[in-house]
């Protein structure tokens, strides 16, 4: 899935000619005009966008329609163009789905809709006048818009919320359009109206028996996932053994493509799902090809994303991003997904929420104790601990989600200039359950884990639909509970595709140990790179307490390790950003060696 890289001029003003300036920058860039029109002008390269009614704008990117089968759109009626139009893009996102774009231009206005769950970028900012809108900085920059310094607050709030977005980025001056919202430019002022919110379908609690929605999930799983790759003749999959990646294999299996699967092994025992996955290739009849990651692989200093806005990349991924690449070169499918998401998707919860949710919504009774004998065989808990952790979280908090923080080395200057930090899906509307709001909060968390940077090789997770995202979200949270199992309705709906280890399993691997060694063996390039660093010289951090976590030979405490090698994580874009030239966001990273199928081990579903 090749998305389009694009470049928006949004002028109803344009007090300095502007515009006049873009069109031979962009020539250097191959991005050639693809839209022209009232205070808009729109450069992209990809397939040829969708023009709507009276040339009032266009759709850029891929885009498919919510009924039938799902097909790829490349024209609308008359009457829907007009819609659409009219509904500055809103009509899209009740009718369809996709990585799109919606511009449109109506004379004293120029705006772009962003739908939820896109991977297709949207960053802006305003410059000599006009606001420049594009898929990444490389662009803002050849423009002009300088790109090099970093917003220090939003670094400290990034820091302090683990990653949760706001409209604005680690960018100065650089914006970002959020999942489901609409940006406005008009000869006064830009602003950002919603056009989606999740509530509007946690509200809407979907009725039906277990065994009626989880069929339900499943045609539409194989719908949206045959969708997005029905075009295609070859796609590579991450198949780590897991439940969410394992429902992805099986539904590429049944849709046509040629399909080949990788697993990367960790080393330890929390990280070897190696029997899962063999169980699911030879279940489904697919080739799997085993890579174990070496730590010499990765470079803690370097930044795999130096043309993203936000230092979301995580050093130990390096080594499975190059697997992917290595097999993509391997097979020539140059696309590659992962069952990224599904966890939240799905609704893997182990909380009291759902307990909570059956409470309010239908009192107590023999369905209460059913949940509650659930989660309570799910977390360990006992039956009478399940029961009062649900009627604390029902009647003794508020119902919104609390986004957790995390302090551990800021310093008392990083903790202030973070400030307080909220998002618009965390505000939960009056009639909203607990387990709705952990469920949508849980989704938030997602755009972290899925952005990346364009390449060569197309990487995404295609169960991140918005047609499964509004489904799922509308299933009461119970729902998602059966026989101390959490995302039981999607186990149910993949039950008999999926080997039974699989389908119920209730462990699985992580890659704990690979991170603890990665981080024992980089100590001391550690210490180097964080103290004294940028975001120590900018006063962030707490510099005693990291050398103290960082001596020689003291065992760290606790999961203190994960966290300074996400520091050092946020430290690595920030060199990159301030002192490298930026990258295209489509190059590829750098390979240590020459990528052959010779790189790979043998396959051993073949043997």
């Given at each position: 899935m090749r998305l389009p890289r694009y470049l928006a001029v949004a002028a109803p003003r344009d007090p300095f000619g502007f515009r006049r300036c873009v069109a031979p920058i962009m020539a250097e860039t191959g991005l050639p005009r693809v839209f022209s029109g009232p205070g808009l002008d729109i450069y992209g390269d990809g397939p040829a966008p969708v023009l709507l009614a009276g040339n009032s704008?266009?759709?850029?990117?891929?885009?498919?329609?919510?009924?039938?089968?799902?097909?790829?759109?490349?024209?609308?009626?008359?009457?829907?163009?007009?819609?659409?139009?009219?509904?500055?893009?809103?009509?899209?996102?009740?009718?369809?789905?996709?990585?799109?774009?919606?511009?449109?231009?109506?004379?004293?206005?120029?705006?772009?809709?962003?739908?939820?769950?896109?991977?297709?970028?949207?960053?802006?900012?305003?410059h000599r006048g006009v606001t420049?809108?594009?898929?990444?900085?490389?662009?803002?920059?050849?423009?002009?818009?300088?790109?090099?310094?970093?917003?220090?607050?939003?670094?400290?709030?990034?820091?302090?919320?683990?990653?949760?977005?706001?409209?604005?980025?680690?960018?100065?001056?650089?914006?970002?359009?959020?999942?489901?919202?609409?940006?406005?430019?008009?000869?006064?002022?830009?602003?950002?109206?919603?056009?989606w919110l999740p509530w509007d379908f946690a509200l809407a609690a979907r009725s039906g028996s277990s065994a009626d929605l989880a069929r339900e999930l499943r045609e539409l799983t194989l719908a949206c996932v045959k969708a997005q790759v029905r075009h295609l003749v070859a796609v590579d999959a991450m198949l780590s053994g897991g439940l969410d990646s394992s429902i992805l294999t099986a539904c590429l299996a049944g849709s046509g493509v040629q399909l080949t699967c990788l697993n990367i092994t960790y080393g330890d025992a929390n990280g070897d799902e190696r029997l899962y996955a063999r169980a699911v290739a030879a279940h489904l009849g697919v080739p799997l090809f085993e890579i174990e990651p070496r730590i010499a692989e990765?470079?803690?200093?370097?930044?795999?994303?130096?043309?993203?806005?936000?230092?979301?990349?995580?050093?130990?991924?390096?080594?499975?991003?190059?697997?992917?690449?290595?097999?993509?070169?391997?097979?020539?499918?140059?696309?590659?997904?992962d069952g990224g998401g599904g966890d939240s998707l799905f609704a893997s919860m182990q909380s009291a929420a759902p307990i909570a949710d059956r409470l309010l919504r239908e009192g107590p009774g023999r369905g209460l104790l059913k949940t509650a004998a659930d989660v309570a065989r799910l977390t360990g808990a006992s039956l009478p601990q399940a029961v009062t952790a649900g009627l604390r979280r029902a009647y003794l908090r508020r119902r919104a989600h609390r986004w957790p923080v995390d302090e551990r080395f800021l310093s008392r200057e990083g903790i202030a200039i973070a400030g307080k930090r909220s998002h618009p899906w965390l505000k939960a509307p009056r009639g909203a359950l607990?387990?709705?709001?952990?469920?949508?909060?849980?989704?938030?968390?997602?755009?972290?884990?899925?952005?990346?940077?364009?390449?060569?090789?197309?990487?995404?997770?295609?169960?991140?639909?918005?047609?499964?995202?509004?489904?799922?979200?509308?299933?009461?949270?119970?729902?998602?509970?059966?026989n101390g199992h959490n995302r039981a309705l999607a186990r149910r709906a993949f039950e008999d595709l999926l080997p039974p280890q699989i389908a119920w399993r209730r462990g699985k691997g992580t890659p704990d140990g690979f991170v603890a060694a990665l981080f024992e063996t980089n100590r001391d390039r550690l210490s180097d790179l964080l103290i004294g660093g940028m975001i120590d010289r900018a006063g962030l951090l707490d510099s005693d307490a990291m050398r103290a976590a960082l001596a020689p030979d003291l065992p760290i405490k606790g999961y203190d390790y994960t966290r300074l090698l996400r520091i050092a994580d946020v430290e690595a874009w920030l060199r990159a950003l301030k002192h490298q030239v930026l990258a295209p966001s489509h190059a590829p990273p750098p390979a240590p060696t020459a990528v052959t199928s010779a790189a790979l081990p043998p396959d051993p579903s073949a043997a």
């Open positions: 704008g266009i759709v850029l990117g891929p885009i498919f329609r919510k009924d039938g089968a799902m097909d790829g759109v490349t024209v609308f009626e008359d009457d829907q163009l007009r819609r659409i139009a009219g509904s500055r893009g809103k009509q899209l996102i009740e009718h369809c789905w996709g990585d799109y774009l919606a511009f449109i231009a109506d004379g004293g206005a120029a705006s772009v809709m962003r739908p939820p769950l896109s991977y297709l970028g949207c960053l802006h900012a305003g420049l809108i594009a898929s990444d900085l490389e662009l803002l920059a050849r423009c002009g818009v300088p790109v090099e310094e970093p917003d220090w607050s939003e670094i400290a709030s990034h820091l302090r919320t683990d990653g949760l977005r706001g409209p604005a980025t680690c960018v100065q001056g650089v914006g970002e359009l959020l999942w489901g919202n609409r940006l406005v430019v008009t000869k006064d002022e830009t602003h950002i109206e919603p056009c990765v470079d803690l200093a370097r930044c795999a994303t130096p043309g993203l806005a936000r230092p979301i990349a995580r050093a130990f991924l390096q080594t499975s991003r190059l697997a992917k690449h290595r097999l993509a070169a391997a097979t020539g499918a140059a696309n590659v997904v607990p387990g709705s709001a952990t469920h949508i909060a849980n989704m938030i968390v997602v755009e972290n884990l899925i952005e990346i940077a364009n390449s060569p090789v197309a990487e995404w997770s295609p169960l991140m639909a918005q047609p499964l995202l509004e489904f799922c979200l509308s299933v009461p949270s119970w729902l998602w509970f059966e």
